[in-house]
């Protein structure tokens, strides 16, 4: 071998090198992102969870202890047929945060998650409006404020996870790393957009 195919042979060794090694950080780079995210869920659903245990434990005794699905009609009375209502919608987002919680990066789980969220919140504006009488104990007013203040605790939570996912998203989507992403599949995550948004 010449001098001149012995420079090329090493260039091209070198070259393959840096290849492999640039290829083997963006896969370890892109680990770590979807990592984070999966991280920053997992403390986001601790909080959920106890959004959801603390509206569960708010519902009166007759429809927290009926089992689930053997309500026949809607209950005539309008404060009783809320209360059911916000069962309901607890019911149904407890079962979209399992299906998140077991697939965290998944975009459909969280989307899901987002509306279902939108519903208890909705549900829980009607109970406090029609089904909560003004000299309850406690009151309307201080049954809100603790929910808010449940929610405000998830809102730094919730922001931490949307910038891992923005994070993570903008990492799979660049050129040339989303050569890695695409040859690993690595899939884009949900932003959890307006969870965890109070209605006053």
Known sequence: ???TSLHSSLAWLAT???LFFWAVGAYNRLVRLRSAVVQAFVDL????????VWLQGSLPEAVREHPAGEVSSEPPDEA???WWRLRAAADQFGAVLARARAQPIALEP???LVMAHEAVRD???????VAVPRDAVPSPERLQERWMRLLHQAMPLRARHNEA???Y???IRQFPASLIGWLFRFQPAGLASRLAEGKA
Not at 45 to 52: A, C, F, I, P, T
Not at 123 to 129: D, S
């Open 110 to 112: 969280i989307a899901s």
């Open 1 to 3: 071998m010449d001098l």
């Open 45 to 52: 659903d601790e909080q959920l969870v106890r959004q959801l």
């Open 165 to 167: 996912v923005s994070a």
């Open 16 to 18: 393959m090198a840096v």
């Open 169 to 171: 998203n903008a990492a």
């Open 123 to 129: 549900a829980w504006a009607t109970v406090l409006t």
């Open 80 to 82: 009783l047929s809320a």
